[in-house]
């Protein structure tokens, strides 16, 4: 039977990342409606069922995060229909499960955010992993003007709440805790931010008997803030590399981090430049981007049938680059 950790090991191990497709319907509307393509749930259907058949896909990414909408639907392999976590099976992909329901105001704290969820979570958990879902997401927000030590805490508990909830029902956590990368702060009080965070989700992981060996860990990369002037990718990967080495502890097999705002060269220019300077770290370090990856072959798409296989190769150049980056090559420079 395969464990926790093999699932864990699984979705970061070979050189293989994640591919984030989990934005909400609100979200997902949203993003399709800035490509000027209806907002139907037909077509949210059809954009993930484009980016998770690409052919060749497999080779470099290992699991998809899909939402609740998705994971609800069929999709096709070859002339058979089928539901969505089966066919990502079929293509040799884990599909995993966003279960977190967004944020919203923490009470007494003006301006922190904390993720919803918890509420029917065991269930939830329960119908997905019938439903074939492998592993799960939640992701925590915290932006570095609010980062006070109850919002970090609060955070923290809710996802470890979930981390062993998830662990109960045989799926694999993705525990995220992303610091915002807008604003233009300095890569220090990234740095600063990031450590408080992963110190307080660290404590309650290990408070609420989580097994570090069956979960990934996707936190942000220690950068600049978006507004702020960007740092190299050496100093990017010195910075995330001495966070990473004082609060993760080795039982945690594998990091995979989220693009947060960065466009794919500069995402895959810091995972590279990481995977260099780490040298044999005992996590793997690779990639859960969404946008970084996606956002591209969206565009390239633009709800034409005819443009689907355009699509798909452009998704696959940027996983392509991703891969490179977990291997350490830094992506080539982006032809005009
Ligand atoms: P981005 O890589 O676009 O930040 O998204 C990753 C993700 O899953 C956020 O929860």
């Known amino acids: ?50 980016l998770v058949s ?3 896909l497999s080779d470099l990414v290992s699991g998809v995060i899909l939402c609740d909408e998705t994971l609800r639907q069929h ?25 977190d329901t967004g944020t919203s105001a923490l009470a007494g704290a003006p301006g922190a955010l904390v993720t919803e969820g918890l509420d029917g979570l065991r269930g939830r958990l329960a119908e997905y992993a019938a439903m074939g879902a492998a592993f799960a997401k939640w992701r925590a927000v915290i932006d570095v003007t609010a980062a006070t030590d109850y919002a970090l805490s609060a955070n923290a508990h809710a996802l470890a709440r979930y981390a ?47 097994d570090l060996g069956g979960i ?7 950068t600049p803030g978006l507004d702020a002037t960007p740092a190299s990718a050496e100093e990017v990967a010195a910075a995330t590399l001495a966070v990473l080495d004082r609060r993760v502890p080795p039982a945690v097999p594998g990091i995979a981090f989220l693009s947060g705002g960065h466009d794919n060269d500069a995402a895959c220019r810091y995972l590279a430049a990481l995977n260099v300077e780490a040298g044999e770290p005992s996590w793997n370090l690779t990639f859960s981007f969404g946008r970084a990856l996606v956002s591209d072959a969206l565009h390239q798409w633009g709800g ?33």
């Open 216 to 222: 990934v860990l996707k936190p942000n990369l220690v």
């Open 54 to 56: 690409t052919p060749g």
């Open 75 to 99: 999709a096709s392999v070859g002339d058979i229909e089928m539901p969505f976590a089966e066919a990502c099976h079929r293509w040799g992909i884990l599909p995993g499960i966003k279960v």
């Open 304 to 336: 034409e049938e005819a443009s689907r296989a355009g699509a798909q190769a452009v998704l696959l150049a940027n996983c392509t680059r991703a891969a490179g980056a977990v291997a350490g090559r830094a992506p080539a420079p982006l032809s005009a």
């Open 1 to 50: 039977m395969r464990t926790l950790a093999d699932t864990a090991l699984a979705l970061v191990s070979s050189g293989r990342g994640i591919l984030a497709a989990d934005e909400s319907v609100r979200t997902m509307s949203q993003r399709l409606e800035g490509e000027n393509i209806p907002a139907t749930e037909e077509n949210r259907r059809l954009y993930r069922e484009l």
């Open 164 to 210: 062993a909830l998830c662990q109960e029902q045989g799926l694999v956590p993705i525990v995220e805790p992303e610091v915002l990368c807008s604003g233009a702060h300095d890569i220090d009080v990234c740095a600063a931010v990031s450590d408080r965070a992963l110190a307080a989700v660290f404590a309650e992981l290990e408070a609420q008997r989580v």
